[in-house]
Nanobody, 121 residues
Framework: QVQLLESGGGLVQVGGSLRLSCAAS????????MAWYRQAPGKERELVAL???????TYVDSVKGRFTISRDNAKNTVYLQMNSLKFEDTAVYYC???????????????WGQGTLVTVSS
């Protein structure tokens, strides 16, 4: 069984920074794409940042220049560095990974449990 464990959420003031972490554990042969999504109250879940298996990254326009996604392949961990946080960044942030658990097995879409980020004045 493969799991994603997130950490790093919390309460932060406008303009502050937070770093989210997401570690994959269990049977892992290879991790392809890793990403962060978020869901604000009353809104649909949206893709925030994507890190592909070939090393390219993409961001939703609202976080470009403020958020950075990165990963440590040796630790099977993806990070989201969030700077210059705004009220509208308040949301539950979910980690996502496309994981191949064993050689020749199909790719699994795995989600973390979510971590709450609250930006306040």
């Amino acid at each position: 069984q493969v799991q994603l464990l997130e950490s790093g959420g919390g309460l932060v003031q406008v303009g502050g920074s937070l770093r989210l972490s997401c570690a994959a554990s269990g049977s892992i042969f290879r991790i392809n794409d890793m990403a962060w999504y978020r869901q604000a109250p009353g809104k649909e879940r949206e893709l925030v940042a994507l890190d592909t298996s070939v090393g390219s990254t993409t961001y939703v326009d609202s976080v470009k220049g403020r958020f950075t996604i990165s990963r440590d392949n040796a630790k099977n961990t993806v990070y989201l560095q969030m700077n210059s946080l705004k009220f509208e960044d308040t949301a539950v942030y979910y980690c996502y990974a496309a994981i191949v658990p064993k050689r020749w097995s199909p790719t699994l879409s795995v989600w973390g449990q979510g971590t709450l980020v609250t930006v306040s004045s």
